[in-house]
């Protein structure tokens, strides 16, 4: 393996680290992820979570407790952290799995946990939505149960453009869960048939966008 191979898995390892240890130091902030890179004065990190003041805390106490940990356990030089919000929490998969998992950690059934979701994912406007819970549902045996609402594209370009993807766990008395969501986002699907209406004196036709 060469020496640039080795950089880049070094700091492939760091970004999981430290990706792991932020979902799990945030996570009542509603953390989404993080983007971490080098400038000529340090490392920026990037943070998005769904609450960004509890990121930052009462008078920025949070934020400095996190940039010292970044900076002794993790050895990162001089790291600089932006907190950013994520616009249309519901319609974000990776903000609904953690929902959920906290919804299962507080002891809400994942059926209605689950129904819940879907509810609120398509009343922010969604054209689809399809949730999977697996583990020890109901039984001793592991197994999983998918709800699903609306229009989810599943194969093709289109299906990986549009539609959101997210897993999370969360670790029960039963065992380990498992939450896959996917969003349909608003957005025009390709090569759907829209009927237009009929005008006065006109007839009804079809257009595809």
């Known amino acids: 393996m060469t020496t640039t191979a080795k950089y880049f898995l070094k700091q492939g390892v760091k970004y999981m680290q430290v990706n792991e240890?932020?979902?799990?130091?945030?996570?009542?902030?509603?953390?989404?992820?993080?983007?971490?890179?080098?400038?000529?004065?340090?490392?920026?990190?990037?943070?998005?979570?769904?609450?960004?003041?509890?990121v930052i805390g009462k008078r920025g106490r949070t934020i400095k407790a996190l940039t010292e940990i970044l900076q002794q356990k993790f050895g990162l030089e001089n790291p600089q952290i932006d907190v950013l919000e994520v616009q249309d929490a519901q319609l974000n998969a990776k903000v609904v799995a953690y929902h959920i998992a906290r919804a299962l950690r507080r002891g809400v059934k994942f059926r209605r946990a689950a129904f819940i979701a879907l509810r609120r994912i398509m009343e922010a406007g969604a054209l689809g939505a399809?949730?999977?819970?697996?583990?020890?549902?109901?039984?001793?045996?592991?197994?999983?149960?998918?709800?699903?609402?609306?229009?989810?594209?599943?194969?093709?370009?289109?299906?990986?453009?549009?539609?959101?993807?997210?897993?999370?766990?969360?670790l029960l008395k039963p065992g380990m869960?498992?939450?896959?969501?996917?969003?349909?986002?608003?957005?025009?699907?390709?090569?759907?048939?829209?009927?237009?209406?009929?005008?006065?004196?006109?007839?009804?036709?079809a257009t595809k966008s």
């Open 177 to 205: 869960y498992g939450i896959k969501v996917k969003i349909m986002k608003p957005t025009e699907i390709p090569g759907r048939i829209k009927i237009k209406k009929k005008e006065e004196g006109g007839e009804v036709g």
């Open 130 to 170: 399809e949730i999977v819970i697996s583990g020890k549902l109901t039984s001793e045996r592991a197994r999983f149960e998918k709800f699903t609402m609306g229009t989810i594209l599943k194969s093709g370009e289109p299906g990986e453009v549009m539609v959101d993807e997210a897993v999370a766990h969360v």
């Open 21 to 54: 240890f932020l979902a799990h130091k945030l996570a009542r902030a509603g953390y989404v992820g993080m983007e971490m890179y080098r400038t000529p004065i340090g490392t920026r990190i990037v943070i998005y979570a769904e609450r960004p003041a509890m």
